[in-house]
């Protein structure tokens, strides 16, 4: 088997796209270098170079996850940096990769590795395809022919031992690391890049980025509804908050008929059934049991699928108690259980004009609805 070790060369301070360093600016709620190593999740071992300036940041952003290595003065020195630290007899074949560029496919990571069977070194590009101009002062001095030239992209695979021995003989000067590969006569076969494999540059750069991730984004809502019926007793617990009331509510848990409501909406999100399902009733270990469990459950499982809430609405639905005056400390509670910004949840009550069993004060109801986003 193929040992693979993945360099992301992230060591640029360069600004041009504004303010801090591209690959440490934010991305749809992650660093563009963050994004950048998920992509290559499983290839095999990620090694990130970034500046020594960066590296507090980077060991608090990857904790421990990948293999960390300080750059140097270019480019050039700090893949060769990370060529040094690797073991040649473990690894077999490295690839080279822009740490700004955080679109990259798994299809095109796989094209790369694909090639490296048969040809030392391989590395993605676009055939041009707009006509070549030369000019000067803003007018155009004359046409070049485009026939058989490439936009150069990475991942850049190569041999292990090939592309090492090839960075220590070369002096130095390199736009990439398939110039180096070919100062030392490497064959460099060239598999199809992708349009969306860009490099983030500029300011505009990232306002692409922001749309290719708005095209990316998965958002899903869920609905939940809930009743219980009043029973003896001298409170109710709703959406996490005691509240005196001259009655008590019936239920196999807490009856917390809100957060019930709520957990069951991220569940329906996640087309994952209901409360019913994940804490069966039938189950005598959550007879009584504080209902921000359930809710606790249905939010880590909705992380662990890579969404995050963006809001909740829970209505309740009763004649009594008055909700309007606790509707603030039921939010904040719901939001501290879910980990979600308190201005991302809505609690609020209405009654039901003193019709049906709401009406009559024989239970109450509750209804929620939620929105979940991964991107
Ligand atoms: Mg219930």
Redesign the pocket.
């Known amino acids: 088997m193929e040992e693979t070790a993945i360099i992301i060369v992230a060591a640029g301070r360069g600004t041009r796209a504004g303010g801090v360093p591209k690959q440490w600016r934010m991305l749809g709620g992650q660093t563009v270098l963050a994004r950048t190593v998920a992509a290559f999740q499983g290839f095999g071992r990620i090694i990130v170079v970034v500046s020594p300036d960066d590296m507090a940041r980077a060991v608090e952003e990857f904790q421990g996850r990948v293999t960390l290595i300080a750059g140097g003065e270019s480019r050039a020195d700090s893949v060769r940096n990370a060529l040094e630290s690797v073991d040649g007899e473990q690894i077999s074949q490295v690839l080279i990769h822009d740490g700004a560029r955080p679109f990259v496919s798994r299809a095109l990571v796989g094209r790369v590795l694909a090639a490296l069977s048969d040809a030392p070194a391989a590395a993605p590009a676009l055939p041009l395809t707009d006509a070549l101009w030369t000019g000067s002062d803003g007018r155009v001095g004359g046409i070049r022919n485009r026939d058989g030239l490439f936009r150069a992209q990475t991942p850049q695979g190569f041999r292990f031992g090939a592309i090492r021995d090839a960075h220590r003989a070369h002096p130095g000067g390199a736009a990439d690391d398939v110039e180096v590969a070919l100062s030392a006569d490497l064959d460099v076969a060239i598999v199809e890049g992708e349009e969306d494999n860009i490099k983030i540059t500029w300011p505009d750069d990232f306002a692409r980025a922001e749309r290719m991730l708005g095209g990316k984004m998965d958002i899903r809502t869920g609905n939940g509804f809930?009743?219980?019926a009043f029973t003896e007793g001298d409170h109710v617990i709703l959406c996490g908050i005691r509240v005196p009331h001259g009655r008590g509510l019936l239920?196999?848990?807490d009856?917390?008929?809100g957060m019930?409501?709520l957990t069951d909406a991220i569940y329906g999100a996640l087309a994952e059934g209901d409360?019913g399902r994940h804490f069966p009733p039938s189950d005598a270990q959550w007879k009584g049991a504080a209902s921000h469990i359930f809710l606790t459950h249905a939010a880590d499982l909705a992380r662990s699928r890579g969404y995050r809430v963006t809001n909740a609405d829970v209505t309740l639905i009763c004649e009594r108690p008055k909700i309007g005056p606790h509707a603030i400390d039921m939010a904040k509670e719901l939001s501290r259980i879910m980990d979600v910004d308190p201005d991302r949840i809505s609690v609020k009550a209405t009654t039901s004009e003193q019709l049906g069993f709401t009406g009559r004060e024989e239970g109450i109801a509750a209804l929620a609805t939620v929105t979940l986003v991964k991107s």
């Open positions: 809930d009743v219980h239920g196999h848990s009856a917390d008929v019930h409501a409360i």
